[in-house]
């Protein structure tokens, strides 16, 4: 049984670069989650995500961050024109169902460093 | 906002002592979640606690969730160099579909 699966699992860019991250959440789980941790942090929530929709986006920033997930395919995590504070790791998670009562089930993380 | 507070931050304690985080919400929980994430991985979970003052042991873990349902607690007895992480408590506040998690307590341990 494959779980979450993310890549990459570091990522290096350079200031003013995007970073595209990858997420297939569990097989048969339709709800994905982002969080982001910083170093010696804890874990941020930045968006929930059901296929095609996106539910809560309450965590993003603003600006240079977007997320999705399509029909068919990974979600994808986009940064535009990374800047050093982006440097952090960013987990994704999986759920069978929208409740946030349900365990989350977390990839390994893309480890981001920004140059 | 819904917080969620963990103390302490930082434990150090020598292998055999026991040892203790406490997590409080600023809001009633229906149920609160204890994750740990070894140095290098990523969270993973460990229990659900979802009754008022319930109790669960997992070996050497005792989990306690408040009788307010705002708090709980992860007691590890006797710990040993593989309990070594940081334990995240997490709950799912009203009117908001995801999990917010504590800052975490950073356990480690001299062995």
């Known amino acids: 049984n494959a779980g979450v699966m993310q890549n990459p699992r570091h990522l290096v860019r350079r200031r003013g670069q995007e970073a595209r991250l990858r997420c297939s959440p569990v097989?048969?789980?339709?709800?994905v989650y982002w969080y982001r941790q910083l170093p010696e942090e804890g874990l941020k929530f930045m968006v929930y995500?059901?296929?095609?929709?996106?539910?809560?986006e309450s965590g993003m920033p603003k600006e240079r961050f977007s997320a999705e997930f399509p029909k068919e395919g990974p979600s994808i995590l986009r940064i535009q024109q990374v800047v050093r504070g982006d440097s952090a790791a960013y987990f994704c998670?999986?759920?069978?169902?929208?409740?946030?009562?349900?365990?989350?089930?977390f990839g390994n993380g893309t480890r981001l460093t920004v140059t | 906002g819904q917080q969620v507070m963990q103390i302490p931050q930082y434990q150090h304690v020598q292998e055999g002592e026991d040892f203790t985080t406490y997590c409080n919400s600023s809001?009633?929980?229906?149920?609160i979640q204890w994750y740990k994430q070894r140095p290098g991985g990523h969270p993973v979970f460990l229990i659900q606690?979802?009754?008022?003052?319930e109790v669960k042991k997992q070996k050497r873990l005792t989990f306690q969730f408040g009788e307010a349902k705002k708090n709980s607690s992860l007691h590890i007895t006797a710990t040993q160099t593989t309990d070594v992480g940081t334990y995240f408590c997490?709950?799912?506040?009203?009117?908001?579909?995801?999990?917010?998690f504590g800052q975490g307590t950073r356990l480690t341990i001299n062995p």
């Open positions: 998670a999986s759920s069978p169902w929208g409740d946030p009562n349900s365990p989350l089930h």
């Open positions: 997490a709950g799912p506040f009203q009117g908001a579909q995801k999990l917010v």
């Open positions: 995500l059901q296929k095609e929709n996106i539910i809560d």
């Open positions: 809001t009633t929980l229906s149920n």
């Open positions: 097989k048969g789980h339709s709800h």
């Open positions: 606690l979802v009754k008022s003052g």
